[in-house]
């Protein structure tokens, strides 16, 4: 709870299985949580149990429309991810603070290898769409790691708590229109030279790939991890000037 500091007028959505310890400690704390559940019965069943100033709302994270929620005011997240749509669940997030300036943070548990991929740097295997996105758009704060025995039952894996600061998107204005799509594609092929992996992205633009690398002042024989944010974005300011 301290890694999360709640204030009084502080509201939270959270994330995760059923509401439980969390929800009834930031309630104490906060002045509104609001509360995603899949389940549609036990949504139902716990209603009454929580306190006033909780709200269930019933449905797939993934899939339930926060606008309202985001709309109302200030919004901070905490919540121990399912391990198993952590990225998606992040990606979200990320939409979110895209939309409204009103998401202030996230303070999460994850799966140790998905928080390593949030704060790798460039040229390590962690590096990649997820680290990238997230880096567009937030300050992402390590602050714990927990072993499989801090749980019963303990997991088969380690676990992270991550804190994410929202900020407004760092990408510049002349990259919008091909920077996504271009990393999605480069990376999906991140052990080839950079020039092999950004020829699909280049001919389905009808562009070419050797050119617009030289354009950025970009060595064509690197792989696609070691790019910074800096040269992602020449890369795609190239190809928005080229048409």
Known sequence: ???????????????????????????????????????????????PTLPPNVEIVSGDILDVDLSPVLRAGALRVAGNLPYNISSP???????????????????????????????????????????????????????????????RPAPKVHSAVVRLTFRPSALPEGAERHFE???????MQRRKTLLNALKPYAESIRRDAASA?????????????????????????VFGQEG
């Open 1 to 47: 709870m301290d890694a999360i500091a709640p204030a009084p007028t502080d509201r939270f959505l959270e994330i995760g299985p059923g509401p439980g310890v969390l929800t009834c400690r930031l309630a104490a704390r906060a002045s509104r949580v609001i509360a995603v559940e899949i389940d549609r019965d036990l949504a139902e069943a716990l209603a």
């Open 89 to 151: 669940i992040l990606f979200k997030l990320l939409q979110m603070a895209r939309e409204s300036s009103n998401l202030k943070d996230a303070t999460v548990m994850l799966q140790r290898e998905v928080a390593d991929r949030l704060v790798a740097p460039p040229g390590t295997r962690d590096y990649g769409v997820l680290t990238i996105f997230t880096s567009l758009q937030a300050t992402v704060e390590r602050v714990l790691t927990l072993p499989p025995g801090a749980f």
């Open 181 to 187: 799509r271009m990393v999605r594609i480069v990376f």
């Open 213 to 237: 690398l030289s354009a950025a002042s970009i060595d064509s024989g690197r792989r696609p991890e070691t790019l910074e944010l800096p040269e992602l974005f020449r890369l795609a300011a």
